[in-house]
């Protein structure tokens, strides 16, 4: 079943194709990795050419079999050209292979750009702004910039466990997350959308289901997100079922794990739940986050992520019940 559930969670989305990039580091990526294919596929098309004209024009003569051609032994010009030309592609790709590189990485960064930290963890993105205040999981929430305003996103990418790869291919290159090492790289999207992307890097059993996917918002709608992230339901839901719920999530394990801020819930091994239901799927990806799939994956989460590192809460039914529909509560 989770595989459909994992289709069905990106089924709204368009394919990721480094060639269709919406963001200046992806667009400058393609453009190079364009020009790099047009110049290897006419150096396929002149030397395979060649090498069939040679074939089909110099084979033996029919009925003079065993003849020997005549020899020819060297040829400085020949060699000259077959060494320059080479030489002359190798360093044009080269240098506009330094100029892309160049271009990325020193990028400055202007002042009012969004800064956010990722942390790679077996398997999942935690994701904080650390100016905004603001924590999640594996949606990365960021502006459009436009010609007039510009408002890219810097991310500090670090890992908590092994290492990881932060790709998002319409956006930008891939980046690992390397323990005890910090890296950075930026993205910059000009359309408004959900770009999805994964881990790239093997990290372990589920590195295939850790997934990412970045909203792309108008700045109106990317601080409208800040605003109601950084809001805190402290008091307990009015709904009975609801509020028993919150009494077993903050009197179990669930706690030591998870954070829901304004709670005595501060746990840090898992993902922040304080708006759990504005993501749109749970577990990095792996299904659309609804009451369903919610309770599955409380009562059991390695049915939906085999080897996931949350263990099987073991609770009633009855608990399980009032558990969810206090999550489902976490807006
Ligand atoms: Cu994380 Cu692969």
């Not at 596929?41 to 051609?69: D, K, M």
Request: proline residues 7%; contains cysteine; charged residues 20%.
């Amino acid at each position: 079943m989770s595989m459909d559930a994992t289709m069905a969670a990106q089924a709204a989305d368009t394919i990721s194709s480094i060639f269709a990039p919406v963001s200046t580091p992806a667009a400058k990526e393609a453009d190079l990795a364009r020009m790099v294919l047009w110049l290897s596929a006419v150096v396929f098309v002149v030397v395979g050419g060649l090498i069939a004209y040679s074939v089909v024009r110099y084979r033996a003569p029919a009925g003079e079999p065993g003849s020997e051609p005549p020899q020819v032994y060297g040829s400085a010009q020949v060699e000259a050209a077959w060494t320059a030309v080479p030489l002359i592609i190798i360093v044009v790709l080269m240098l506009a292979t330094g100029r892309v590189i160049h271009e990325v990485q020193a990028a400055p960064q202007p002042p009012d750009a969004v800064e956010v930290t990722v942390v790679g963890r077996q398997w999942w993105w935690e994701i904080r702004y650390p100016k905004l205040g603001v924590i999640t999981a594996n949606e990365l929430h960021v502006p459009v910039s436009d010609s007039l305003s510009r408002r890219p996103t810097f991310l500090t990418l670090e890992s908590a466990d092994v290492a990881h790869s932060f790709w998002v291919p319409r956006l930008a290159g891939k980046t690992d997350l390397i323990p005890n090492r910090t890296n950075h790289m930026w993205v910059e999207p000009h359309e408004p959308g959900t770009y999805l992307g994964a881990c790239a890097e093997y990290c372990g059993t589920q590195h295939t289901l850790m997934l990412l996917r970045v909203v792309a918002e108008t700045p109106e709608q990317f601080s409208r997100w800040v605003e109601q992230q950084r809001q805190t339901a402290a008091a307990a839901p009015a709904d009975p079922i609801a509020a028993a719920g919150r009494r077993v999530f903050l009197g179990t394990v669930c706690s030591s794990c998870h954070t829901v801020a304004g709670t005595v819930a501060k746990g840090r091994v898992g993902p922040d739940l304080t708006h759990l239901m504005s993501r749109a799927t749970i577990g990095a990806g792996v299904a659309p986050n609804i009451r369903e799939h919610l309770r599955d994956w409380v009562r059991n989460p390695d049915n939906l992520k085999r080897g996931v590192l949350m263990p099987a809460m073991q609770i009633d039914d009855k608990y399980l019940d009032q558990l969810v529909e206090y999550l489902l509560t976490l807006r």
